[in-house]
């Protein structure tokens, strides 16, 4: 299925596509295993996270206008998935289950020692080298492993506060 490349969401100028070139062949590959546009919005917000490392709301416009959706509808499904970033992130971005199971069993203690020992210091924020982001998300599915924590795709369970520096050095 071919897809058409849409320059310039209105009244952005400096605005940069991202559906151009390899991107775009992407998209035009991933719409050949959906049965419809909208199907493929999750794929299609890959890839603009992917290209630009986050998805600002005019990558959001982008994105509807390419999949024939509102821009209100790909924003609803970006800010429900914690997958998406709505903001730069750092080049580790790590998610820890905070949800009740987990915090019994000592996950904002996990939470203080990695805000600590990533620098980033606050929920959310990015550490000043650019490296680390780290925010609290509902429960991971591995509620007898405590606690468990996402380091980008890698899924680490059964993490402690004494674990966390070692941790971290492993992915300096
Ligand atoms: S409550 Fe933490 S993984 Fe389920």
């Not at 290209?51 to 959706?69: K, T």
């Not at 980008?152 to 300096?172: A, M």
Request: hydrophobic fraction near 40%; glycine fraction near 8%; charged fraction near 15%.
């Amino acid at each position: 299925m071919s897809v058409t490349a849409h320059p310039t969401p209105a009244g952005t100028e400096e605005y940069q596509p991202v559906f151009v070139g390899a991107t775009l062949e992407a998209l035009g590959e991933i719409l050949t295993r959906y049965p419809t546009r909208q199907a493929a919005l999750l794929p299609a917000l890959w890839l603009v996270q992917g290209a630009r490392g986050w998805i600002s709301d005019r990558n959001m416009a982008e994105v509807a206008e390419v999949l024939g959706l509102t821009p209100a509808y790909v924003k609803g499904v970006v800010t429900f998935y914690t997958m998406y970033h709505q903001h730069p992130v750092g080049r580790h971005f790590v998610q820890v289950c905070t949800t009740s199971p987990c915090n019994v069993c000592g996950a904002e203690d996990v939470v203080r020692a990695l805000l600590e020992a990533t620098g980033a210091n606050e929920l959310g924020a990015t550490s000043p080298d650019g490296n680390w982001t780290v925010i609290e998300v509902e429960c991971l599915g591995a509620c007898g492993f405590a606690t468990p924590i996402l380091v980008n795709d890698d899924f680490i369970e059964s993490v402690t506060p004494d674990k966390v520096p070692d941790l971290v050095r492993k992915y300096k």
